[in-house]
Nanobody
Framework: HVQLMESGGGSVQAGKSLGLSCLVS??????MAWFRQTPGKDYEGIAG??????????HYADFAKGRFAIWQDKAKSTLVLHIDITKPEDTGVYYC?????????????????WGQGTQVTVFS
């Protein structure tokens, strides 16, 4: 049984960086992603990482390119999301999610496992 637990959220001044972690227990599914839910909006895919055929791939939503970075620390069973130069519009609840299969990366309904979410508040 896979369980995900996010950590690292909190309040940060705009312009600072922030790192989020997702601890994975159980067998790590082949695809993992970070989503967020900002005020008044639905779940929004940020970045995903998947392994197929022995290779690992990453993909970012357009808004995330250049400021967000995703990687896996497999030794620590952890998925990391780094946010550089935070903005007030980054405020929201951040979730990690996991599943097997790599299609429709940013469709939240295709994910089997979810963490409980971690609040990020960016103040100016």
């Amino acid at each position: 049984h896979v369980q995900l637990m996010e950590s690292g959220g909190g309040s940060v001044q705009a312009g600072k960086s922030l790192g989020l972690s997702c601890l994975v227990s159980g067998n790590t599914p082949s695809t993992m992603a970070w989503f967020r839910q900002t005020p008044g909006k639905d779940y929004e895919g940020i970045a995903g990482i998947w392994t197929t055929g022995g290779q690992t791939f990453q993909h970012y939503a357009d808004f995330a390119k250049g400021r967000f970075a995703i990687w896996q620390d497999k030794a620590k069973s952890t998925l990391v999301l780094h946010i550089d130069i935070t903005k007030p519009e980054d405020t929201g609840v951040y979730y990690c999610a996991a599943r097997d299969g790599s299609r429709n990366l940013f469709n939240p309904s295709t994910y089997t496992y979810w963490g409980q979410g971690t609040q990020v508040t960016v103040f100016s």
